[in-house]
Each structure stands twice: as structure tokens, then as C-alpha cells.
């Protein structure tokens, strides 16, 4: 099957809505990153979309709605602590776990007895949900240990002849994934860092902890969590002494390039690609400049961030991507 990137008029999300309806995967925009979509309700369609990434069979998947659509479908019960979190950050790049009524496809949550909801602010996902009304299975559109796509034609280098259908929604604005919250005690329990930080949620409900580190085979909260993940076809190093690590890969053959904000790399008289100058503009960057770094090079040199506030969620998944010299 070819792929197509649809541009998001109205006849192209019909195109697409109808395509989810008959049990087909979408590719989809959002702010955080670009999504693969199938309907929640139909097993079928869903289990496609863990032969499409290659997709752990343990890992389960956030479902997405319009910001009309009526939580209490999916959903057993929704106590303040969601209530006040949904309040203040959705439609936005904020996933909530909370308890399921089992009415979706048993794939979606792997054998959990929770869902995890999510309601993107990006104006052409709301317009496709709406369209279909239906809550949309949707992991990142990426094959499985590999960074998520942030624009239509990445997904479709990912994906292609996996699905009909891309809408190109431009790229993402986030650039990386959206927090997970577990919202199903009174304590907000962070499962994977985004852009709305624990210092934000912790505003909101007074209170907030955060799930750090995992082991293997420890049963987890948050399945995801345990994968490496977010790995470009080429070794990505930490940056550390980088005159002399980007010397060393010469030294092996490689053909290195360094990666960061504009501040770490502007004096720097090597192959480079700048991040930006600010931490937003980083997550933003991050994804796509590792795609044309491993187009383009054999070795990637990575400049970290401060590991606080948005920099703690960013440096989780740069922590996912480098290995050691
Ligand atoms: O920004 C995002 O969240 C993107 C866009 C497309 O919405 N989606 C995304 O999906 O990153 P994915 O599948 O790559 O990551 C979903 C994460 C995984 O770590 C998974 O384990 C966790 O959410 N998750 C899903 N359902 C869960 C549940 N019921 N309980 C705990 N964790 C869950
Ligand atoms: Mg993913």
C-alpha cells in the first residue's frame, strides 16, 4: 500500500475518519508528537498497529479524544485529582491514567485495569476526533526503539507502506512526547516527564510524585518506561571533552557531528547542527536534527541540558538515546 500525506482540508480528514472507521491506521498530527491512530473499539485495527511499529506486546496505548467527547464512556470513575489536572492542562500535552470501564479493545491497555486519556490541543487532531468521534488508539508513529517522528514526511520515512493515510499537520510543536500522569490516587504519580512539569501539576494538586528509576521485569506502572528507546540509526555519546571525543570517532572511521543549543556549540569549528537557543526550542529540535544527523553522519555528539524543570524531561529521553564512550 502507498502512503499518502494529506494536507488537513475538510475533505481529507473525512478521507481519514473514514479510513479509521474501516479499521485502517492514521497517521496523525499533535502538538507533542505525530501519532498512529486506530480506533480504540476495534481489536483488529489496534493489534495492527503493534505489527506496524514492531511494538512490544506488554506496552500499552494512550487513547485520544476530542475535548467534547464524554470521558464517562471509557472511564469507571474520575476522582478530583483528574478532575483538576484535566482542568488545567487538556486539551494539552498531558496524559492522564485513570480507571477503565473496559468498553475499549483489551490490546489497548495490555491486561491493565486503567486507560490512559490523552486530549491533544493540536487543531487538526481535535478536528479529526471530532469528525470520527471515536477515541483513537494512537502510540508515536515511529517503529518501535526508535525517536518519534515530528513531521508528517519523517512518519511516512518510518512508516511507509504501513498505512494509508498521514495528515500534515506541520511539524510538531512540542518536539517531545506528552507527560503521563497516573490520576488514579489522590496523589498525582508522574510516569514519564513532558513539557507540563511535576513543579506545574504539584501548583495544581498540591502534591506530586514522580516514578524514577525502573528495573528489568520489574512489573511497572508505566510499561513504556522500561524500553531503550529513542535510538537514531548511529551511536549517540553524551558530549564530555567534545574536541576530543569527535578526534576519537575520527580516529574509528566515524564521521561525527555535534548536536545542541546554540551557546554550547556556536565556538565550535566542527560538523554541527544547532538545537536552538532555548529549552523549548530544544525538545523541538531534538527528534528531527537526530534524523538528519544519521542521514548525513555516522556518529552523533549530544550537549545535555540542566537537568531541572522542562530540561528533567528532556534529559529523560536523551538518557534513553546515549550510550558511553
Ligand atoms: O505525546 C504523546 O503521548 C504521543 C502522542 C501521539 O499522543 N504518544 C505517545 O505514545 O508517546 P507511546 O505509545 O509512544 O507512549 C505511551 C506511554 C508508554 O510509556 C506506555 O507504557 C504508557 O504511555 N501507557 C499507556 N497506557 C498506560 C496505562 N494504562 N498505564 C500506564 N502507562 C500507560
Ligand atoms: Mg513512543
Do not use: W
Amino acid at each position: 500500500m502507498e502512503t499518502k500525506i494529506l494536507q488537513p482540508t475538510k475533505d481529507n480528514i473525512k478521507l481519514a475518519s473514514k479510513a479509521l472507521k474501516a479499521g485502517n491506521l492514521v497517521g496523525v498530527p499533535t502538538e507533542t508528537v505525530y501519532g498512529l491512530g486506530a480506533n480504540a473499539f476495534d481489536s483488529k485495527a489496534v493489534a495492527s498497529i503493534f505489527a506496524a511499529k514492531n511494538r512490544p506486546q506488554d506496552n500499552p496505548l494512550i487513547v485520544h479524544i476530542h475535548k467534547n467527547y464524554d470521558l464517562s464512556k471509557l472511564t469507571s470513575y474520575i476522582n478530583k485529582t483528574a478532575h483538576k489536572l484535566l482542568k488545567a492542562f487538556t486539551p494539552g500535552p498531558l496524559t492522564l491514567v485513570l480507571k477503565s470501564n473496559n468498553s475499549v479493545s483489551p490490546l489497548v491497555s495490555r491486561g491493565l485495569d486503567t486507560i490512559a486519556i490523552r486530549i491533544p490541543s493540536h487543531k487538526v487532531a481535535q478536528q479529526l476526533l471530532k469528525e470520527c468521534d471515536l477515541p483513537i488508539a494512537a502510540p508515536s508513529a515511529n517503529i518501535s526503539s526508535r525517536m518519534s517522528a515530528t513531521t508528517a514526511l519523517s512518519v511516512k520515512q518510518e512508516l511507509d507502506t504501513r498505512l494509508p493515510y498521514i495528515i500534515d499537520g506541520g511539524a510538531s510543536q512540542v518536539g517531545i512526547e506528552s507527560t503521563v500522569v497516573d490520576a488514579t490516587k489522590d496523589t498525582p504519580i508522574i510516569l514519564r516527564p513532558g513539557i507540563i512539569t511535576s513543579e506545574q501539576i504539584k501548583k495544581v494538586c498540591g502534591k506530586v510524585e514522580e516514578i524514577t528509576k525502573v528495573k528489568d521485569n520489574e512489573k511497572v506502572a508505566s510499561p513504556g518506561m522500561k524500553y531503550k528507546h529513542y535510538s537514531p540509526n548511529c551511536p549517540v555519546y553524551i558530549a564530555d571533552k567534545v574536541a576530543q571525543q569527535y578526534r576519537h570517532l575520527q580516529s574509528l572511521n566515524l564521521q561525527p557531528v555535534v548536536l545542541g543549543l546554540e551557546k554550547h556549540i556556536k565556538n565550535l569549528s566542527l560538523d554541527k547542527i544547532s538545537l536552538g537557543k532555548t529549552n523549548k526550542d530544544y525538545a523541538k529540535n531534538l527528534y528531527q536534527s537526530l534524523r538528519i544527523a544519521e542521514q548525513n553522519f555516522t556518529a552523533i555528539i549530544l550537549y545535555g541540558l540542566k537537568d531541572e524543570k522542562f530540561g528533567h524531561s528532556i534529559m529523560n529521553r536523551v538518557n534513553k538515546i546515549v550510550e558511553k564512550l
